[in-house]
């Protein structure tokens, strides 16, 4: 089965700092993919969607991510950290063929004064 | 309006007890998925409805019951829950395809004592 994988369960960063979350994708056709974030005791927000239309993907607060095939990858960046960026994020697929989502791991993001 | 939902916010329920959880979205979305998550672990899908019908139930015990009483409303039935049970149940909802995004309701959070 087609899966995501987060590399590293926590991050710590800086505020003011380049944020870089992995993700990468098991899949020989490209899927779509997807990043949430998940505040505190909240649901999950969307942050940005892949669906081939373009390889640099824009989201809100700030967040883009880049679909690179070569490397199996979908990682997430912020080039500045900001304390409310502080939850957690996860990286998502619907494989094709597929109409549901499989979920990465998680990554906690810290962000520290 | 990209809102979905949930009631109620936070549930204690006994094991003999019987209790719903409510979902409501008005987007206009054909598909609605209930999902379990356990802290500190991704959302796990225990059912989805396609245009108001059960199109995949990810092997759920029987003590958990959906309903889709229209487009916009799912309800989760509860009954003789497990301790184990205990965790934050998400609702979201989208327009059916692979390429569409989920939106997700805020969650309610469930003890079983």
């Known amino acids: 089965a087609q899966s995501v994988t987060q590399l590293g369960s926590h991050v710590s960063v800086s505020e003011g700092a380049l944020v870089l979350l992995r993700c990468n994708y098991s899949?020989?056709?490209?899927?779509?993919l997807f990043w949430y974030v998940q505040y505190p005791n909240q649901g999950l927000q969307l942050l940005l969607k892949?669906?081939?239309?373009?390889?640099l993907v824009k989201g809100i607060n700030g967040f883009e991510a880049e679909f690179k095939k070569s490397e199996t990858s979908f990682h997430l960046t912020k080039p500045s950290a900001h304390m409310s960026d502080a939850a957690e994020y996860f990286c998502?697929?619907?494989?094709?063929?597929?109409?549901?989502?499989?979920f990465g791991k998680g990554t906690m993001l810290l962000v520290s004064p | 309006d990209t809102e979905v939902t949930q009631t109620p916010k936070h549930l204690v329920m006994g094991m003999t007890n019987k209790k719903s959880l409510k979902c409501e979205q008005h987007?206009?979305?054909?598909?609605m998925y209930w999902y379990k998550q356990k802290a500190k672990k991704p959302p796990e899908l225990m059912f989805v409805?396609?245009?108001?019908?059960?199109?995949i139930n990810e092997s759920v015990p029987s003590r958990f019951s959906p309903e889709c009483p229209n487009s916009s409303l799912l309800n989760l039935h509860l009954h003789a829950l497990q301790p184990e049970d205990s965790a934050l149940y998400l609702c979201?909802?989208?327009?059916?395809?692979?390429?569409?995004?989920?939106?997700f309701g805020p969650g309610t959070r469930l003890t079983v004592t």
């Open positions: 979201a909802s989208s327009r059916g395809g692979p390429s569409y995004e989920q939106y």
């Open positions: 899949s020989s056709v490209p899927p779509y």
């Open positions: 892949y669906t081939s239309a373009a390889t």
């Open positions: 998502a697929v619907i494989p094709s063929g597929y109409s549901t989502l499989t």
């Open positions: 987007m206009g979305h054909r598909a």
């Open positions: 409805y396609s245009y108001e019908k059960l199109s």
